[in-house]
DNA sequence: CATAAATATTCCTTGACAGGAATATTCATT
DNA sequence: AATGAATATTCCTGTCAAGGAATATTTATG
């Protein structure tokens, strides 16, 4: 997988131009003014962003209008599809598991993430 | 959403290091000799992997065998979930949208990718 | 043509982070 | 108790990224 996208993600601000862009698009001093962000800022983020192709760009006159790109949020998508099996594990042999754990004849008892230090 | 988790999988030996544990518990040493990293780089990327709880961690008298959470990633997937409608959009009235672009009464016409600097 | 609005860029400083090398720690084995 | 194996931690260094402040660029408008 492309760590990219993940990089340009993982930055609050830009996550929650993200979530912004989600509704539609906006320009750079709407995504400032929502966010409570100085315009620089606004614009290098948005940068971060449209180098990672998570947002287009269109000059409309004086404006700039971003806007959000679905291709590499389905690329992580797809991704963690390979993954859904840790968290879609059925139930329907759960009584059949207490009992072997009861037995103690399963491997991996682990703690509870509580437990840990 | 948390930011966390993402800072954690955006360097790339730790998104290796995941898909690695996707198919089952590892110790250090492995993880390390699979990827070729040297030990000490092997345990501090578990280290930040753990601080993340995006695996657990239980020794085994010399080892620590490391295992993947789900919690962290389905935190993502679910996050995910609502962009879907993004590259999930239906095209059943496609036909209609090209006819509106053809009379210019649409407000978005966006370049593709390519045109863009 | 001068000015204002919207946006991008540059420069600076600071903090975080990754890898390398060395060392500390923990546990089993003899 | 001494040694070795597996792992964690520390220290150092270089790189990179983010915010602030100032400035440049582009476009509309009077």
């Given amino acids: 997988m492309n760590t990219v ?3 340009a ?3 609050p601000n830009r996550l929650l131009i993200v979530e912004l862009l989600r509704d539609g698009p906006l320009t750079v001093g ?3 003014d929502r966010l409570g962000l100085r315009q620089p800022q ?4 948005l940068k ?3 180098e990672a192709g998570i947002v287009d760009m269109r000059p409309e006159a004086n404006r700039r209008i971003y806007r959000l790109r679905p291709e590499p949020l389905k690329e992580i998508d ?5 993954f859904r099996g ?18 103690g004849t399963l491997p991996f008892p682990f703690p509870s993430k509580e437990d840990e230090s």
């Avoid at 606004?42 to 983020?45: I, L, Q, V």
């Avoid at 797809?78 to 390979?82: A, I, Q, R, V, Y």
């Avoid at 968290?87 to 037995?103: G, I, S, V």
Wanted: aromatic letters at 10%.
């Fill in 5 to 7: 996208a993940l990089s």
């Fill in 42 to 45: 606004a614009s290098k983020h």
């Fill in 78 to 82: 797809d991704w963690l599809e390979s």
């Fill in 30 to 32: 709407e995504v400032a």
């Fill in 48 to 50: 971060v962003l449209h």
């Fill in 9 to 11: 993600l993982a930055e």
């Fill in 86 to 103: 840790l968290w879609e594990a059925r139930f329907d042999h759960l009584a059949d598991y207490l009992r072997e754990l009861q037995k």
